[in-house]
């Protein structure tokens, strides 16, 4: 199967505080090596979000550095603008080799339609990073090999209208940004992007352009990866702040996680479903499906990290997917929950301890159930809050 069964479990020492103040540690804080055995647990189901490949800029980004010389498509050719390029398509490849690997004893080699909900934002590049994944997690074995110069079959994906879409609640969701533009206005936060203030005078300076918030710098920090992406060197005058923009960059990821309130709206209607489908498959249902996949972006891999109690402020890269597994204790009977990053696209996952799961590295699943009680949120219920019609 080309997995290993024994994991190494990284675990972040200081992850100890209550979801709703994220302790701002990561991968350098200390870590320590302990062993669970994946093999004594059967994985009913798994629950995977994962960001798109590469990608290249989109216009608000590219208004941030109001260029002549950038804002031209033939930069851009043949992928046009927010979209996935070759490097991403390739990254999206390893995702779908990563999870074949990981849920290949969950789910059949055939594409069997039952076993697999497989869902996209309305976005070019999450469905073309969903069909890339697809083509490597579904190879056709003889039975549904149909052209056999082709080693490729078709599976669909759905993907809900974009104004009702619980995974765009940054784009949907008005009271979502409300509520993190009030986090800026906390002493903490006014403290921590004191030390900043020259930094935004100084890009907007450089970039002639209205440098004023955490976002607008991370607006800024994607631009310049995704221009990277297409070849465009990033100037040296933001090369020479690079470790202070990064640093901004992680203060808006704090910030967006910041409160139950910000999870609830960013992933509580995710984090329902996905217990609701448990519960079914607890209850013994067999119409549930055992693979459910999301490709999505960035905060979306942060906010189920957030609304699992394992997330530490950083930007979910290119291809990174997080899967929270439901399992069964082969040992004792009971049930549990499973939370496997992969930072980098195509893995390794490392299971990372839940917060207030008393660092096992299965959560049991009633403890789980209750910590995410005040994060979940019926759609009806997300609708009103975020005024959608
Ligand atoms: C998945 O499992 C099947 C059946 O056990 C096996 O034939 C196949 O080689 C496995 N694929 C991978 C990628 O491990
Ligand atoms: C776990 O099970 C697999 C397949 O049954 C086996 O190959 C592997 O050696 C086992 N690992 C451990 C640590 O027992
Ligand atoms: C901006 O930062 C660069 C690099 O630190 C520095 O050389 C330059 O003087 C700064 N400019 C302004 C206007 O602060
Ligand atoms: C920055 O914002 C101010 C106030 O909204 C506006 O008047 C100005 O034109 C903006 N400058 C640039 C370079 O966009
Ligand atoms: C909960 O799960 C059941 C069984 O899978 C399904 O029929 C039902 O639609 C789900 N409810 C919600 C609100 O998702
Ligand atoms: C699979 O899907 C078909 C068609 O929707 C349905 O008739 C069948 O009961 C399903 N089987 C299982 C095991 O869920």
Redesign the pocket.
């Known amino acids: 199967m080309g997995i290993f069964y024994w994991y190494s479990i990284l675990i972040a020492v200081g992850l100890c505080e209550s979801l709703d103040s994220p302790a701002d540690v990561g991968a350098d804080s200390e870590v320590k090596n302990t062993e669970f055995d994946l093999n004594k647990t059967e994985l009913l189901a798994a629950f995977v979000v994962f960001r798109h490949g590469d990608r290249t800029p989109d216009q608000e980004e590219l208004d941030k550095l109001p260029l002549k010389e950038l804002n031209n498509e033939k930069l851009f050719y043949p992928y046009g603008k927010k979209a996935l390029t070759n490097k991403g398509k390739q990254r999206a490849f390893l995702v779908g080799k990563y999870l074949r690997d990981r849920y290949n004893g969950t789910i059949s080699s055939l594409y069997l339609p039952n076993e697999s909900h497989i869902q996209t934002t309305d976005y070019s590049r999450t469905k073309m990073t969903a069909l890339t994944a697809l083509a490597a997690l579904f190879p056709p074995p003889p039975a549904q090999r149909w052209n056999p110069d082709l080693n490729w079959q078709p599976v669909p994906y759905d993907t809900p209208a974009y104004n009702v879409d619980n995974f765009l609640y940054y784009y949907n969701c008005p009271r979502y940004i409300q509520l993190r533009n009030k986090i800026y206005e906390l002493p903490e936060f006014q403290k921590r992007l004191a030390p900043y203030e ?2 935004f ?3 907007s ?2 970039a002639q352009s209205n440098i004023t918030t955490a976002e607008d710098v991370f607006d800024l920090d994607n631009l310049f990866q995704t221009l990277g992406n297409v070849g465009v060197l990033t100037p040296q ?1 933001a090369v ?2 690079m470790p202070q923009i990064k640093e901004v960059t992680k203060i808006e990821y704090a910030a967006e996680f910041y409160t139950v309130e910000l999870i609830r709206l960013a992933s509580g209607v995710l984090m329902g479903d996905i217990l609701n489908a448990t519960n079914a498959i607890i209850d013994g249902s067999d119409k549930v499906p055992k693979l459910w996949l999301f490709s999505a972006h960035e905060n979306n891999v942060a906010a189920l990290m957030a609304a699992s109690g394992v997330f530490y402020p950083h930007q979910p890269k290119y291809g990174s997917t997080i899967s929270l597994e439901m399992r069964k204790d082969l040992v004792t009977g009971k049930y549990g929950v499973l939370t496997v990053y992969a930072a980098e696209a195509g893995g390794p996952g490392v299971i990372l301890p839940i917060r207030g799961c008393g660092s096992k590295p299965l959560c049991d699943y009633d403890s789980f159930v209750s910590m995410t009680q005040e994060i979940r949120i019926s759609m009806s219920d997300y609708k009103k809050e975020c005024s959608i019609k």
Request: cysteine-free; glycine content about 0%.
């Open positions: 020259r930094l005078k100084n890009l300076d450089k005058w020479d702040v």
